[in-house]
């Protein structure tokens, strides 16, 4: 581990510590498919896929032809003052491949963050209103746009405001952990009867522009709505004239099993917001909205020097056809559903497994210190993921309380490898329900 604490230390020296939420000292070195090796030559399985976007690997060949192909002929010009072919031939793939059976526009950016910037100022011009609806539990990005959408943690905003105004957040339908102690079916979609009194009695709906959404939220801890209630809620939003804006930048590009998660669902959204995979890590960024809602904005009002760049959309492109000529919307729902199905075995072992749920290969593993009272566990949790990563498994927590043990490999994992790596996080957990991970771990991890 020399060299890798050598490196973490001089990080710590001159790297802004606000953009890091450390676990162990892991130090990449090179990555390929599900692996991944450290600078002092450790492998690891990568149970977390650069954060959701190393969605067909890491270092795809297909990819880095593409990469290679393109830096040879121009890396930059700016689309803002000029013409070049990737970008539409991109627009139109995404535009093909997103739910809607309408014309579409696509305006591109650079992270998912801006995306979600871009729907605030998308939705306002479109429509001529200025409010926005949001859900607690959140997690949209970090520049002030989606930092204002987000309500994952009070921590993330502190000292940062004043943050947009005009923005409204709902109960999220957790039905594990209810904010109103309430159980499905039985309470009748009863987050869904806030949003109705939200509207009747103190935000006027025809003053809202949109309502932005996660279709399963992730960084809340794969949270999964009831099969009716993004119906309802697109009922709700037409029956207004707000903007249904599906947030896919986690969710997108069969992760969950489907190309996008909302179509879980059958509903159609106004615009879908994606980024993080697009692109297999290269930035990037979109919004495909309905063309009429891009025809009322104009530029600059979402305008990137560097949006579109030409290595990322030649990138981004060759993603999409190995998505599309491997089905792996259709490998990641059956892949994941055997990894569902190991994983609520494991639940019959260790009592410290309160829940399991996701979609796909989006899934998270609720750790509770106690089944009946559902208290998270975040200790128990960040141990796993310590002892995990000791025996070669890249994995980490998260969610609202940070006990929530977060599976998403590459969506092109082996057999084996999955073998291997679930075979690791059982012993790892096994590890910290014996009390064999120290406490004095958790002084190097500050984590969700």
Known sequence: MKKCLEVVERDRRVISQASRLAYYPLVVSRAEGAKIWDADGNEYIDFLSGAAVTNIGHCHPEVVRAIESQAKRFI???????????????AERLASLTPG??????????????ANDGAIKLARSATGRQKIISYLGSYHGTTYGALTLSAASPHMKRGLGPLLPEVYHIPYPDCYRCPFGLEHPGCGLHCLGYMKE????????????????EPIQGDAGVIVPPQD??????????????????????TGFCRTGRWFAIEHW??????????????????????????????????????????????SCAAAIATLEVME?????????????????????????????????????LIGVDLVKDRRTREPARAEALKV?????ERGLVMISFGRFGNVLRIAPPLTIGNEELERALGILEESIDDVTKGRVPDTVLREMSAW
């Open 385 to 389: 993921c310590w002892r995990a990563w």
């Open 76 to 90: 930059h010009n700016t689309l803002g003052y000029s013409y070049y072919e990737l970008p539409v031939i991109l």
């Open 229 to 250: 209630f993004w119906v309802e809620v697109k009922r709700i939003c037409e029956e207004h004239g707000i903007l249904f804006i599906d947030e896919e930048v986690q």
């Open 101 to 114: 059976g309408f014309r579409k526009r696509v305006a591109f950016g650079l992270s998912g963050s801006d």
């Open 198 to 213: 939200l509207l009747r009695l103190l935000i006027p709906p025809d003053e809202v522009a949109a309502l932005v959404l």
């Open 325 to 361: 000529r491997e089905r792996l919307h259709e490998r990641a729902e059956r892949v994941g559903g055997y990894v569902m199905k190991r994983l609520e075995e494991l639940m019959g072992r260790f009592e410290l497994i309160g829940e399991v749920r996701g979609r796909g290969l």
């Open 266 to 311: 059958g509903v159609e959204p106004d615009a879908v917001l994606v980024a993080k995979p697009i692109a297999s890590g290269l930035p990037m960024s979109a919004i495909i909205s309905r063309s009429e809602l891009m025809e009322r904005w104009s530029a600059p009002a979402h305008l990137f020097t560097t949006e579109a760049n030409p290595v």
